[in-house]
């Protein structure tokens, strides 16, 4: 202990945890027994601190956590967390901290692991963390930031057919569908071609016919939230005609503001030509 006061204060915490230094508590997990501090887990974790109060928590003198998405060494680094308010996160078991906070009341730890994930993002993770987001979208901000990463970088713009998105759980692409930003660089075109090709493989997956019937039963909650109107005049012709997504008198609506904006857009006033001066030919 007399070395423990030359230590910063974190890594003091630190090694009074790793040396199991007059510890009180004890943990039974996966087989095996796991020693922390009640004065550290009191005020650090209220959901711990409702364990280790609560006597049909224990049995044979131990804290008995029976969590088979947990393992003692991913608890350990849960414990380091609530010492140190840092711990080392891994691909492995981020979704496990993620889980741990979320238990047991740890929102600073959804936010440390939402950081690790933030700067991971790429084509091939996003869908995944969102879906991760998705489960705690009341608890940290990680949907949100999947979402804003989504829109911002025109991911649908390049991968509406991978086989990430084409994965995407329902609930997430209702949230994309609700939530994302549409602008010039990710307009509603891009991502109604990009829930349609993902409707298909909903389709395939749920041993559907891709039809126009089955895809309004797959799209139903999420058409809600697509602004037809904002959709290419070609497209509305197309594929929501084809698929029958809007009543005929919605679609002759759509198609004929579509058709207006397409033609303010395409219409340039011709430039004046330059004015020439009397005075140029003297």
């Not at 006597?55 to 350990?76: S, W």
């Not at 891994?90 to 936010?111: I, Q, R």
């Not at 679609?251 to 006033?269: T, Y």
Request: hydrophobic letters at 40%.
């Amino acid at each position: 202990m007399e070395t423990l006061n030359t230590l910063p204060l974190t890594e003091a915490l630190h090694q009074l945890l790793d040396q199991k230094l007059d510890c009180d508590v004890t943990f039974y997990i996966g087989g095996e027994d796991i020693q922390a501090h009640k004065f550290m887990l009191n005020f650090r974790c209220p959901g711990l601190y409702t364990m280790i109060h609560n006597k049909l928590a224990f049995k044979n003198g131990k804290v008995i956590i029976d969590d088979p998405e947990v393992l003692p060494a991913e608890f350990r680094t849960f414990l380091e967390y609530l010492y140190t308010d840092t711990c080392r996160i891994t691909d492995a078991n981020v979704k496990t901290l993620l889980h741990l906070g979320d238990m047991y009341d740890v929102p600073n730890l959804l936010e440390y692991c939402t950081e690790y994930l933030e700067r991971r993002f790429s084509a091939a993770s996003i869908i995944n963390s969102a879906q991760l987001g998705i489960l705690y979208s009341e608890r940290c901000s990680l949907l949100a930031k999947c979402l804003q990463y989504i829109s911002h970088t025109s991911y649908l713009n390049r991968y509406s057919a991978s086989f990430h998105w084409k994965l995407a759980s329902p609930e997430l692409v209702l949230k994309v569908a609700q939530e994302c930003k549409r602008w010039n660089g990710f307009t509603e075109d891009v991502l109604f071609k990009a829930i349609i090709e993902w409707a298909k493989q909903e389709c395939v997956r749920k041993k559907f016919d891709i039809n126009a019937k089955n895809m309004n039963t797959v799209l139903s909650q999420i058409i809600l939230h697509i602004k037809f109107q904002d959709l290419k005049p070609l497209t509305l012709a197309t594929t929501v005609t084809d698929y029958k997504l809007l009543t005929n008198e919605k679609m002759l609506e759509c198609l004929r503001k579509a058709v207006i904006e397409e033609g303010k857009e395409s219409f340039v006033l011709p430039k004046r030509p330059a004015q020439i001066e009397i005075d140029d030919f003297e």
